[in-house]
């Protein structure tokens, strides 16, 4: 059992373009603040032995030009990586375009440190489809992983993520943050309409998936 409200209320969301050499792109950025310091929430996001603990198995070289695998999710190269505040990577899905993820930790004192996550995504039929959510439900779900991990220092329990959008609570997550990223993508410039349809098409994907 999550307190949906809260958990939704504590995160930042945003929807914004950038050009790039391949094109126009989406980027949609995450932040949330977390009690632990900086050192300690970029071991927490780029550690092999934790980040199953809260997100998903990783393999691969993770370090600078290193590729990796996320089981069952995507996979990549970092381009840029800047202990202990920033990193940079492509993410590959199969069967889907390239995008790309920025990552920065930010230390708001002793003992809290901010997680923003950037995903820059291609404004191709995936995203016509499912606008910001598409990406921004999943990071939703990981920086809720994310709370639950460092709020008790206990792993997220696996039978919890495979039947979370089963759950009444896990999918009023999951509707509230398509509604969340319908929101932000209409501050963004979206049309109002078309943001209604994709956030519907999202939440209803995403309740018929696991947690991450």
Do not use: K
Not at 74 to 92: D, K, M, N, R
């Amino acid at each position: 059992m999550i307190e949906v409200d809260n958990h939704i209320n504590a995160v930042r969301r945003t929807v914004g373009d950038r050009t790039l050499e391949e094109g126009e792109v989406r980027v949609i950025t995450i932040g949330r603040s977390y009690p632990t310091d900086a050192e300690d929430l970029w071991d927490a996001c780029t550690n092999a032995e934790r980040l199953p603990r809260w997100f998903a198995p990783v393999s691969g070289d993770l370090r600078l030009g290193g590729t990796f695998s996320i089981e069952g999710n995507a996979g990549g190269t970092i381009l840029t990586c800047e202990p202990p505040t920033s990193f940079t990577a492509t993410w590959e899905c199969a069967g889907m375009n390239p995008s790309w993820i920025e990552l920065t930790i930010i230390a708001e004192g002793e003992e809290q440190s901010r997680f923003e996550l950037s995903h820059i995504v291609p404004v191709d039929d995936h995203w016509e489809q499912f606008g910001p959510g598409a990406v921004g439900v999943g990071w939703d779900l990981a920086v809720l992983g994310l709370a639950m991990y460092l709020g008790s220092g206990e792993a997220v329990d696996r039978e919890f993520s495979a039947t979370f959008h089963l759950s009444d609570y896990g999918r009023a997550y999951i509707i509230q943050s398509s509604d969340r990223w319908r929101e932000a993508g209409v501050l963004g410039g979206a049309d109002p309409a078309w943001s209604t349809l994709a956030a519907d098409r999202t939440a209803a994907v995403r309740s018929a998936a696991r947690f991450s």
